[in-house]
C-alpha cells in the first residue's frame, strides 16, 4: 500500500516568542509526506522553484518518498512568513509569496494513478478535484 500526497512543499519562515527560523522546509504536502513515510510508502506531488535546495529534497529522499511527481519549474518556491503568539494555536500570516505555485497544475506520473489512498493538501479545490479525475477508482 502507497499513499499519494498532493499539496503545497514550501518554504516557511516562523516567529515565535522562544525563537525563529528562515525558510525551513514547509507546506502541506511536505509534513503529510515525512510523516506518513514513518507507516507507508509515499508518492508526493507539488511544484517548487530553482531556489529549493537539494538538502530539503534529501530529507525526502531519505524517507523514501516518491519524488517523480515533484516539479521544479522557473521562478522561487512559494514562501510562508508567520508570526506565533504566546498561545502558539494563535498565529499571524505576516507575508504571503505565492511564486511558482501560481503555475501548478498537478500531473500524476502513470506509475501514481492507481493509488489506494489520496491526501488532497492545502490547495484551490479545484486542483483537488483535477486530482482525483486522474486517479484510477477502485
Known amino acids: 500500500m502507497s499513499i499519494?500526497?498532493?499539496?503545497t512543499v514550501a518554504f516557511d519562515s516562523i516567529e515565535t516568542p522562544y525563537g525563529s527560523a528562515e525558510?525551513?522546509?514547509?507546506?502541506?504536502?511536505?509534513?503529510?509526506?515525512?510523516?506518513?513515510?514513518?507507516?507507508?510508502?509515499?508518492?508526493?506531488?507539488?511544484?517548487?522553484g530553482q531556489d529549493f535546495?537539494?538538502?530539503?529534497?534529501?530529507i525526502f529522499s531519505r524517507r523514501g518518498i516518491d519524488l517523480?511527481?515533484?516539479?521544479?519549474?522557473?521562478?522561487?518556491?512559494?514562501h510562508?512568513?508567520?508570526?506565533?503568539h504566546e498561545?502558539?494555536?494563535?498565529?499571524?500570516t505576516v507575508e504571503l509569496h505565492l511564486n511558482v505555485l501560481t503555475k501548478f497544475a498537478p500531473r500524476l506520473p502513470v506509475s501514481y494513478r492507481n493509488a489506494e489512498y489520496?491526501?488532497?493538501g492545502?490547495?484551490?479545490?479545484?486542483?483537488?478535484?483535477?486530482?482525483l479525475d486522474q486517479v484510477q477508482h477502485q
Open 118 to 120: 489520496v491526501f488532497l
Open 23 to 48: 525558510r525551513v522546509l514547509g507546506g502541506s504536502a511536505s509534513y503529510f509526506a515525512v510523516a506518513a513515510s514513518f507507516f507507508s510508502p509515499v508518492k508526493i506531488v507539488g511544484i517548487i
Open 53 to 58: 535546495p537539494t538538502e530539503y529534497l534529501e
Open 4 to 7: 499519494l500526497v498532493v499539496g
Open 80 to 84: 510562508w512568513r508567520g508570526r506565533y
Open 87 to 92: 498561545d502558539l494555536n494563535v498565529r499571524d
Open 122 to 131: 492545502n490547495i484551490d479545490p479545484e486542483l483537488q478535484l483535477g486530482v
Open 68 to 78: 517523480e511527481g515533484l516539479q521544479r519549474e522557473q521562478g522561487d518556491t512559494f
